[in-house]
Each structure stands twice: as C-alpha cells, then as structure tokens.
C-alpha cells in the first residue's frame, strides 16, 4: 500500500499481536513518527487515527496519509491532547491504542535536531521545534534547577557536579560542547563502556518536552478513549518511562496492595479499567541484531474493561 518506511519500529510483531487490528476497526497511533505502526495496522484493514508533534513527521507523513485513500487521519498534536482531538472529529471512542514513547529514530539521526552528540549540532532537543531549546535551557537555568533535572530525569547520581560544569562553561550552543563539558567534569575515558553525557542528554530532552507528563497524560486519555475490549500497547524505552507505565497498569487493574494494619485501607474502591496485562515483552536476538536500539525496549499490552474511567 505505500512505501517502506525509513524506520522499522521497535517490536513490531509483538505490537501488532498486542493490539490484534482487524478490518474495520478504529485505531490511534499516538506517536507517528516515521509510521511504521501506523503501515502495519493499516495493512489489516483498520483505519488510524495518529498523532505527532513533530512537524517534520507530519509533513512526511502526508504519502502516507495519500496512500492510506482515506483510511488514516494525520493530526500535528501531542497525544495528550486525543481525546480533545478525536471529540472535535466526532470520535468517542476506539478499538486500539499505541504508544511508542520517547525521541523517534528520525530525530536522533538529525544532527540539526540537537538531540544526540554522535554527531555535532545545534543544541535543541525540541519535538515540536517550538519554545525553549535546549541551549535555553542551559544557559538560563540557575546551577540548582540543572542539578535537580539531571537528577530526576536522567538519574544522574553527580548531577551537582554536572550542573556546575556547566554554569561555568556557559555559554554552551552545540551538543558536541555539552558532551565535552559533562564527559570532563565526570572524568570519561574513550574506552568507558557508556557515555557519561547519554544522562545528561536524556534528562534535558525528557525536561523540555514534558515526556514524563506527556505519557502519564496519554495513558488517561487511552483509558478514557478505549472501548470495552479495546486493547493498550506501549512502548517504552528507560525505567523512568516503564514505572509510569507499569504502575499506572497495576493500579487501573486493581492490582494495588489492599489495606492492613500498618496501611489502612483505600477509602473509595473503583472498578478495574484494564485486565489482561502482558508481562513486559523485550525483543528476541532476531530483532536486536538487526535494530541494536530495541535492546532497551519494554512492551506492555493491556485490554480495556468495561468500567468507567477513573476521574482524577
């Protein structure tokens, strides 16, 4: 139906076996990307509904969206926004939901992007090239809001360290700078098995796109989306991203510890909102070899109740 995609998505299989798409069906792919996803779930029949900040995906994606001949809707929005989304196309509801989170493979391979320092750029990190970049970020924030960043979203156990490095090397425009300042205050060694920056780096993009938010939002707008039966897949790729999944999952399944003595009981029991869920699902040697970014990958896959979706 269209061409290859640039990019294969991470556990493709297991997704597509997860959401089980059949013709007919509505489904959202939240994170568009390079539209790997989205191919195969058109590919059953299914019409999608998918979603992207990125412009650059939403302008690429247009093939894809003259091939589909009417069976998939583009919208540039993060996938928080959906429900609002689907409600002003007339939507309430669908059969499937997918979420591969996180910066696509398209964005890292941009050097202009500003999201990786394998290869030299601007310092930006913004999916959706708008607002505060990651040089703004940098050279603006006072030591102790950089220090609290690296720490929450890049678990960066010398984050003052880092912080301090980088006020004093202020200003700080090219992601090959950064990488230089954060490796020399962490003392990296060419040979070292990870790159100390890779902390730093995740931790400022995660900040500036409200990643974390992002995925806690979107998955009470699948909730509240998803019909009876519907089914949830999501992708995730560090434990930051994984615990927010896993533990929104558990507790939506009822699978919160019930009260003792020590810790007394939940006063107001809702209904379960899910069931079903998988075990977290990693990619087979098969798919490493070919794709090595995959080895960090988590897939989790759950299947809406009928129970009304919990307000917050």
Known sequence: MTAAAPHIPVLLDE???GLAPTAGEKHVDATFGAGGYTRAILATG???IAFDRDPDAIREGQAVVAAADGALTLIEAPF????????ARDVASVDGVTMDIGVSSMQLDQADRGFSFQSDGPLDMRMSQSGESAADFV???DEAAIADVLYLYGEE???RRVARAIVAARPITRTGELAHVVRKALGYKPHDKKDPATRTFQAIRIHLNRELDELADGLRAAEALLRPGGR????SFHSLEDRIVKRFLRERSGGTPAGSRHLPQVQAVREPTFEALS???RAGEGELARNPRARSATLR???????AAWAE
């Open 15 to 17: 997704v597509i076996a």
């Open 46 to 48: 299914a019409h999608v």
């Open 80 to 87: 928080s926004a959906m429900v609002a989304e689907l409600a």
């Open 139 to 141: 050279n603006t924030a």
């Open 157 to 159: 156990p010398k984050s």
């Open 232 to 235: 949830l897949a999501v992708v």
């Open 279 to 281: 075990k977290a699902i």
């Open 301 to 307: 896959v759950a299947r809406r109740t009928g129970a």
